[in-house]
């Protein structure tokens, strides 16, 4: 329990015995002047059943065995205080008798309906606390189900409006084969947006002392078409995969992209070229991401030769027919 939660308790019980306290003492001082005006200050004792019982049965089923037990205290006082009988008429026992019946009744009376009281309030004390609960995690499952139902119809929207599935990169893949060099290219800058997850990237090939421009997606309008120094000296140096999720390569990265790829050669290990992929989720930098990538530089080194996949038939030279 928190500091501000005790204090809001505290509070509230200092409120409630200002109350219990308020109620009790109206009800007396009403019941006792209204006792000196119409029988001279008697405690009711010719009235039946006597009114002091009202306090004590409300202040029982309202409060409990504490404020009831009290003021079956205060009825029994005034009782005895303005009980004016004379005894000498009457057998001793039987006046005592009839002196403690009535606040023995009020007691007996007040603990056991207070007792009840408290079960009850206690029960529903914590039925109230159990659909307090129940609200709020049916608030928390309506919330839930709300955001996997928008995520269910949003993944249905993208599943339905894809253009790259199965059968589209099949078709990719089958036109790396063809003898037309730019269909070449396509097929491959398709397959490289597809395994990347992004259009957004530019495959560069390293000559002599520069990294030019090879291969872009289809919304790299404006990226430079040679790499800048640093970062082909940390592409050649590194031979790895370079991403602003390492803050050694942010600097060399910035502006540039949000990851470098370098593409080895397995016949010669030496560096081919890189790919550099300038917009990605930051978020998706993780393990899972990274081997993609990995395996995307493994498959399109050797694609980066362009040479085609079709094979010529040979043609015989026409002889003559003895």
Same mark, same amino acid.
């Given at each position: 329990?928190?500091?501000?939660?005790? &204090?809001?308790? $505290?509070?509230?019980?200092?409120? *409630?015995?200002? !109350?219990?306290?308020?109620?009790? =003492?109206?009800?007396? #001082? @009403?019941?006792?002047?209204?006792?000196?005006?119409?029988?001279?200050?008697?405690?009711?004792?010719?009235?039946?059943?006597?009114?002091?019982?009202?306090?004590?049965?409300?202040?029982?089923?309202?409060?409990?065995?504490?404020?009831?037990?009290?003021?079956?205290?205060?009825?029994?006082?005034?009782?005895?205080?303005?009980?004016?009988?004379?005894?000498?008429?009457?057998?001793?026992?039987?006046?005592?008798?009839?002196?403690?019946?009535?606040?023995?009744?009020?007691?007996?009376?007040? &603990?056991?309906? $207070?007792?009840?009281?408290?079960? *009850?309030?206690? !029960?529903?004390?914590?039925?109230? =606390?159990?659909?307090? #609960? @129940?609200?709020?995690?049916?608030?928390?499952?309506?919330?839930?189900?709300?955001?996997?139902?928008?995520?269910?119809?949003?993944?249905?929207?993208?599943?339905?409006?894809?253009?790259?599935?199965?059968?589209?990169?099949?078709?990719?893949?089958?036109?790396?084969?063809?003898?037309?060099?730019?269909?070449?290219?396509?097929?491959?800058?398709?397959?490289?947006?597809?395994?990347?997850?992004?259009?957004?990237?530019?495959?560069?090939?390293?000559?002599?002392?520069?990294?030019?421009?090879?291969?872009?997606?289809?919304?790299?309008?404006?990226?430079?078409?040679?790499?800048?120094?640093?970062?082909?000296?940390?592409?050649?140096?590194?031979?790895?995969?370079?991403?602003?999720?390492?803050?050694?390569?942010?600097?060399?990265?910035?502006?540039?992209?949000?990851?470098?790829?370098?593409?080895?050669?397995?016949?010669?290990?030496?560096?081919?070229?890189?790919?550099?992929?300038?917009?990605?989720?930051?978020?998706?930098?993780?393990?899972?991401?990274?081997?993609?990538?990995?395996?995307?530089?493994?498959?399109?080194?050797?694609?980066?030769?362009?040479?085609?996949?079709?094979?010529?038939?040979?043609?015989?030279?026409?002889?003559?027919?003895?």
């Amino acid at each position: 329990m928190t500091q501000h939660e005790q &204090g809001r308790g $505290g509070t509230s019980r200092w409120r *409630r015995v200002a !109350r219990i306290t308020t109620e009790m =003492t109206t009800a007396f #001082v @009403a019941l006792a002047a209204l006792d000196w005006w119409l029988t001279g200050g008697t405690g009711f004792a010719q009235i039946q059943p006597n009114p002091y019982w009202l306090p004590v049965l409300v202040m029982a089923l309202a409060y409990g065995t504490g404020p009831g037990v009290l003021a079956a205290a205060i009825a029994s006082a005034l009782w005895l205080v303005h009980v004016h009988e004379d005894a000498g008429a009457r057998d001793y026992l039987d006046y005592l008798f009839h002196l403690s019946v009535q606040p023995l009744l009020w007691f007996v009376t007040a &603990g056991a309906v $207070g007792e009840v009281t408290i079960l *009850r309030t206690t !029960r529903q004390d914590r039925l109230e =606390t159990r659909g307090r #609960v @129940a609200t709020r995690n049916l608030a928390r499952l309506t919330e839930a189900f709300a955001t996997l139902s928008h995520t269910n119809r949003r993944l249905q929207v993208q599943i339905a409006s894809e253009a790259r599935t199965v059968g589209h990169a099949i078709d990719t893949a089958t036109r790396l084969s063809s003898i037309d060099p730019a269909e070449r290219r396509g097929a491959i800058g398709e397959l490289i947006a597809l395994a990347a997850r992004t259009d957004d990237f530019t495959c560069y090939r390293i000559a002599g002392d520069e990294a030019r421009a090879w291969l872009r997606g289809s919304v790299t309008a404006g990226r430079p078409d040679i790499v800048p120094v640093g970062l082909r000296e940390r592409i050649l140096r590194r031979r790895g995969i370079l991403h602003v999720a390492n803050r050694g390569d942010r600097s060399v990265l910035d502006g540039i992209g949000v990851a470098a790829i370098t593409l080895v050669d397995p016949k010669t290990t030496t560096v081919a070229g890189c790919l550099i992929l300038h917009t990605l989720p930051f978020d998706s930098l993780n393990a899972n991401r990274i081997a993609d990538l990995n395996e995307i530089a493994a498959w399109l080194t050797p694609l980066m030769a362009d040479t085609p996949r079709a094979t010529q038939r040979p043609v015989r030279s026409a002889g003559l027919v003895a």
